[in-house]
Antibody
Framework: QVQLQESGPGLVKPSETLSLTCTVS????????WTWIRQPPGRGLEWIGY???????NYNPSLKSRVIMAIDRSKNQFSLNLTSVTTADTAVYYC???????????WGLGTLVTVSS | DIVLTQSPATLSLSPGERATLSCRAS??????LAWYQQKPGQVPRLVIY???NRATGIPARFSASGSGTDFTLTISSLEPEDFAVYYC???????????FGPGTKVDI
């Protein structure tokens, strides 16, 4: 069973960069596409983007100009950088496994990132 | 962009009753439709994928159908643990992009 764990700062200042890492265990990072999804407090889910072990990426068009994802196969980790954050980026950020490019079948527990000065 | 609409926003039912949730897409998504269950303070859990396939460990009281633009999730007889928010999610054809519906809350 694949397990995922998000890590990173819980507080980011406006205009700075939000950086999160997801560590994959219980499976190979070559076995899935890997994705980030966020959920503002009390609201719905928003897909941010995905990355494959080859490094190929695809991002949500609404966030594309601010998102960079990377993968480190040697550490079984992938990461999210979201630049120029505002308070609207405050959310629980989940990393998840994207199976067969259709559904999110394994999720991390999520990490709350608050954007505030 | 493909927009998903879910109805009703809230479904107030009792244990043992049947729940029928609807998800409509603004354009055809074929069968690239999944459903997730999220309880308060918990992580979303995959319930249904490819429009009608139950995910691993999901009880048989959950069923789903649909293709194209109209999809339904049915819970045949609600158990107390089924009260949650249910989100539908679609994948666009190419390049693959994903959106979620706003959710239906199944409430006691």
């Amino acid at each position: 069973q694949v397990q995922l764990q998000e890590s990173g700062p819980g507080l980011v200042k406006p205009s700075e960069t939000l950086s999160l890492t997801c560590t994959v265990s219980g499976g190979s990072i070559t076995s899935h596409y890997w994705t980030w999804i966020r959920q503002p407090p009390g609201r719905g889910l928003e897909w941010i983007g995905y990355i494959y072990f080859s490094g190929n990426t695809n991002y949500n068009p609404s966030l594309k100009s601010r998102v960079i994802m990377a993968i480190d196969r040697s550490k079984n980790q992938f990461s999210l950088n979201l630049t120029s954050v505002t308070t609207a980026d405050t959310a629980v950020y989940y990393c998840a496994a994207l199976q067969q490019l259709t559904r999110f079948n394994f999720w991390g527990l999520g990490t709350l990132v608050t954007v505030s000065s | 962009d493909i927009v998903l609409t879910q109805s009703p926003a809230t479904l107030s039912l009792s244990p043992g009753e049947r729940a029928t949730l609807s998800c409509r897409a603004s354009q055809s998504v074929g069968t690239y439709l999944a459903w997730y269950q999220q309880k308060p303070g918990q992580v979303p859990r995959l319930v249904i994928y490819d429009a009608s396939n139950r995910a691993t460990g999901i009880p048989a009281r959950f069923s789903a159908s649909g293709s194209g633009t109209d999809f339904t999730l049915t819970i045949s007889s609600l158990e107390p643990e089924d009260f949650a928010v249910y989100y539908c999610q679609q994948r666009s054809n190419w390049p693959p992009e994903f959106t979620f519906g706003p959710g239906t809350k199944v409430d006691i």
